[in-house]
């Protein structure tokens, strides 16, 4: 880098982190996750995880479940953030209740449910207790490629052919990782070519995405691009672009792929503008302020009742993982001002998520962390609630930020 560009984004950077260091209490939100956690295993069974906290109520999900890797990776991050040998102890037997989570799982999502779980606690205590795990899961993973899509299949779903969701690119990890791990080239290369298929056919002229593409696994050509979660088929779903930002820069650190990055940075490119002045996003760029449930283009057909309680249209989910996405790829981009607009978001994002409005106070909502998540608008399905996973990516993004 030239030196006249490289000193002043040396200090421009210094000066942030100074301006932005006593605004993001790491430490008393390592303490709170601590209180938190410990709340939490206390409703938890040797079958059942946290799902959400609604209606006044913690909601558990059975440990077959997508977001099964969750609550045991906010307690390795919560021992890595607090130090608290209590901690690594819960993390181990939380991560001890899915070793056979891909006996159970039948689905893309292994990645989400395995390295945040095994993945952590093999890197943590190099046990290899945790190896079968992860050998199994990218073994299953790889086995749902097709060679004729060049993608891996998302969903079992008979109301689709061969869907492929953005999330998918959130696996990959467990491929490149078990890849090198176990030495099966194979694994990466099947990672490489999701990743590229992806980023011909999920995006859209602006650097937006599609939630769902399906397939014609007999020709590779595609059938139909749509939402499932979002307003519509042709609007901007918050968690679904912050799984490409986050994918592609993961898959460009794992890899060394450059156009990995550069499909990160137009993601970026298009979140920053939208982030601008609400750093917490809505859980749909495009959808109408007063969308109501049952609204846009969901194939699943429309909600009707009510959604107790929704009164925030956000999702501090989307929030969470754009907040850790953007930490690594101002670490990674080549570009020094773009690093610095990606630092700065993260930091406003984290800001705003340690705030009152998003921050449970302790022993609030059931023992999570984070207020004003959504799951499914369209179904009316999990609105303006705490989310398992909107937890896990607050405490990575506040891991990445304590470690810049
Ligand atoms: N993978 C499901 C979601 O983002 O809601």
């Given at each position: 880098?030239n030196?006249?560009?490289?000193?002043?984004?040396?200090a421009?950077f210094a000066?942030?982190?100074?301006?932005?260091?006593?605004?993001i209490?790491?430490d008393?939100i390592?303490?709170?996750?601590v209180?938190?956690?410990?709340l939490?295993?206390?409703s938890?069974t040797?079958?059942t995880?946290p799902?959400?906290?609604?209606?006044?109520?913690?909601?558990?999900?059975?440990?077959?479940?997508w977001?099964?890797?969750?609550?045991?990776?906010?307690?390795?991050?919560?021992y890595?953030?607090?130090?608290d040998?209590?901690?690594?102890?819960?993390?181990?037997r939380?991560t001890?209740?899915?070793?056979?989570?891909s006996l159970?799982?039948?689905d893309?999502?292994l990645?989400?449910?395995v390295?945040?779980s095994s993945?952590?606690?093999?890197?943590?205590t190099g046990?290899?207790?945790y190896?079968?795990?992860?050998?199994?899961a990218?073994?299953?993973?790889a086995?749902?490629?097709?060679?004729?899509t060049?993608?891996?299949?998302?969903?079992?779903?008979?109301k689709?052919t061969?869907?492929?969701?953005?999330?998918n690119?959130m696996?990959l990890?467990?491929?490149?990782?078990?890849?090198?791990?176990f030495?099966?080239?194979?694994?990466?290369?099947?990672?490489?070519?999701h990743?590229?298929?992806?980023?011909r056919?999920?995006?859209?002229?602006?650097?937006?995405c599609?939630?769902l593409?399906?397939?014609n696994?007999?020709?590779?050509s595609?059938?139909?691009?749509?939402t499932?979660?979002?307003?519509?088929?042709?609007s901007?779903?918050?968690?679904?672009?912050a799984?490409?930002?986050?994918?592609f820069?993961?898959m460009?650190r794992?890899?060394?792929?450059?156009?990995?990055?550069a499909?990160?940075?137009?993601v970026?490119?298009?979140l920053l503008?939208?982030l601008?002045?609400?750093?917490v996003?809505?859980?749909?760029?495009?959808?109408?302020e007063d969308?109501?449930p049952?609204?846009?283009?969901?194939?699943?057909?429309?909600?009707?009742?009510?959604?107790?309680?929704?009164?925030?249209?956000d999702?501090?989910?989307?929030?969470?993982?754009m907040a850790?996405?953007?930490?690594e790829?101002a670490?990674?981009?080549h570009?020094?001002?773009?690093a610095?607009?990606?630092?700065?978001?993260?930091?406003e994002t984290?800001?705003?998520?340690c705030?009152?409005k998003?921050?449970?106070?302790?022993?609030e909502?059931?023992?999570?962390?984070?207020?004003?998540s959504?799951?499914h608008?369209?179904?009316?399905?999990?609105?303006?609630?705490?989310l398992?996973?909107?937890d896990?990516?607050?405490?990575?993004?506040?891991?990445?930020?304590?470690?810049?």
């Amino acid at each position: 880098m030239n030196l006249r560009l490289f000193i002043p984004a040396i200090a421009g950077f210094a000066g942030l982190l100074a301006s932005c260091r006593c605004d993001i209490p790491v430490d008393k939100i390592a303490e709170l996750s601590v209180k938190q956690c410990t709340l939490m295993e206390q409703s938890l069974t040797e079958d059942t995880f946290p799902r959400n906290f609604q209606n006044g109520e913690l909601v558990l999900a059975n440990t077959h479940w997508w977001c099964s890797g969750f609550f045991p990776g906010v307690c390795w991050y919560t021992y890595k953030l607090s130090g608290d040998e209590a901690m690594k102890e819960m993390a181990l037997r939380q991560t001890a209740k899915i070793l056979d989570v891909s006996l159970l799982s039948g689905d893309h999502d292994l990645g989400f449910e395995v390295m945040p779980s095994s993945g952590e606690a093999w890197k943590e205590t190099g046990d290899s207790l945790y190896l079968k795990t992860l050998r199994d899961a990218a073994e299953e993973l790889a086995g749902r490629f097709s060679p004729v899509t060049g993608v891996i299949k998302s969903w079992n779903n008979p109301k689709f052919t061969y869907p492929v969701i953005i999330d998918n690119m959130m696996n990959l990890e467990l491929l490149t990782y078990a890849s090198r791990l176990f030495d099966v080239p194979e694994w990466k290369e099947i990672a490489i070519t999701h990743a590229r298929t992806t980023m011909r056919n999920h995006f859209r002229e602006d650097n937006s995405c599609y939630h769902l593409v399906d397939y014609n696994p007999e020709d590779g050509s595609i059938i139909r691009k749509q939402t499932v979660q979002g307003f519509a088929d042709e609007s901007a779903w918050a968690r679904g672009q912050a799984w490409a930002l986050y994918g592609f820069t993961m898959m460009f650190r794992e890899t060394g792929e450059e156009d990995f990055l550069a499909q990160a940075e137009k993601v970026a490119a298009f979140l920053l503008p939208r982030l601008e002045g609400r750093p917490v996003p809505p859980w749909d760029f495009d959808a109408p302020e007063d969308a109501a449930p049952g609204c846009g283009t969901n194939p699943e057909g429309p909600f009707t009742g009510p959604v107790a309680g929704a009164d925030v249209q956000d999702d501090a989910s989307a929030g969470a993982v754009m907040a850790s996405a953007f930490l690594e790829l101002a670490g990674l981009t080549h570009d020094a001002a773009l690093a610095a607009r990606c630092r700065k978001q993260a930091l406003e994002t984290l800001k705003a998520l340690c705030g009152e409005k998003y921050l449970a106070a302790e022993g609030e909502i059931g023992g999570f962390l984070l207020k004003h998540s959504t799951g499914h608008y369209p179904k009316g399905s999990e609105v303006d609630v705490p989310l398992t996973y909107a937890d896990y990516y607050f405490m990575e993004a506040l891991w990445r930020y304590k470690n810049l």
